[in-house]
C-alpha cells in the first residue's frame, strides 16, 4: 500500500531529527568560533553535500562574511588566518583530502562536516563536527532508512543543521536579520 506524501514526509523529517538528538553541543561551538574568527571561509562538498555547502556559504555571505565556495572563479586563495570547510558524510573524499592538503599546505585550518568522525578527513581536519546520519556509505543492512535513500539523511541534516548554524552564529557576531536581507541580491 503507497503512503501518502504527508506521512512519507512526516517520516522523512523524524529521520533527520533524529540525528540531533546526540550532537555534540561543543563541537557545534568550536565550530562557531572557527567562522567567527577566520579572516576567509572556502567551502567545499561533493555530490548533494555540496550543494548543501554552497547554501551555507551564501548565508555566511549574507552574514557579511568573506565566504566562498571551492571552485568559483572569483573564489580567492586561502592561507593563515582562514578557514576552509568541507564535506565529507561518508568519511572521506579523494577530493576533500585533496584540498585538505592544500589548505593545511597554505596554512589554513580544515573544519570538517562527516557522519564518519573516525574516517581519513577527520584524521586530518582541525575541527569535527558530526552529523550522525545516513549516508551513501551506510544505506544497506539492518539500519538503513526505510524512507531516505542513499545519503539523503545526511544531505536533509546538513541543511537542517546549517541553518541552526547560521542562527548561533548571528547572535554571536550580533548580526540583524536585517542586515542579511540587504545583502541578498536584487538579480534575480
Request: proline share 3%; hydrophobic share 45%; charged share 25%.
Given at each position: 500500500?503507497?503512503?501518502?506524501?504527508?506521512?512519507?514526509?512526516?517520516?522523512?523529517c523524524a529521520e533527520i531529527a533524529a540525528t540531533f538528538g546526540s550532537i555534540d553541543e561543543s563541537a557545534v561551538s568550536v565550530l562557531v568560533e572557527e567562522l567567527a574568527a577566520a579572516r576567509r571561509i572556502?567551502?567545499?562538498?561533493?555530490?548533494?553535500?555540496?550543494?548543501?555547502?554552497?547554501?551555507?556559504?551564501m548565508r555566511l555571505f549574507h552574514m557579511g562574511l568573506d565566504a566562498h565556495p571551492v571552485g568559483d572563479m572569483t573564489t580567492p586563495a586561502i592561507g593563515p588566518g582562514d578557514l576552509l570547510v568541507v564535506s565529507a558524510g561518508p568519511g572521506e573524499f579523494s577530493t576533500i583530502m585533496a584540498l585538505i592538503g592544500v589548505a593545511r599546505d597554505a596554512g589554513a585550518r580544515v573544519a570538517?562536516?562527516?557522519?564518519?568522525?573516525?574516517?581519513?578527513a577527520a584524521k586530518a581536519a582541525d575541527v569535527v563536527m558530526c552529523l550522525p546520519a545516513q549516508t551513501m556509505a551506510?544505506?544497506?543492512?539492518?539500519?538503513a532508512s526505510a524512507v531516505l535513500s542513499?545519503?539523503?539523511?545526511?544531505?536533509?541534516?546538513?541543511?537542517?543543521?546549517?541553518?541552526?548554524l547560521v542562527l548561533l552564529l548571528r547572535?554571536?557576531?550580533g548580526i540583524a536579520?536585517?542586515?542579511?536581507?540587504?545583502?541578498h541580491t536584487n538579480l534575480e
Open positions: 500500500m503507497t503512503k501518502s506524501v504527508g506521512e512519507l514526509a512526516s517520516r522523512a572556502a567551502l567545499h562538498g561533493v555530490g548533494r553535500e555540496g550543494l548543501m555547502m554552497r547554501a551555507l556559504t570538517l562536516v562527516t557522519a564518519q568522525p573516525e574516517g581519513g551506510s544505506d544497506s543492512g539492518p539500519r542513499m545519503g539523503s539523511a545526511f544531505e536533509g541534516a546538513q541543511y537542517v543543521f546549517f541553518e541552526v547572535e554571536r557576531l536579520a536585517e542586515a542579511m536581507r540587504a545583502r
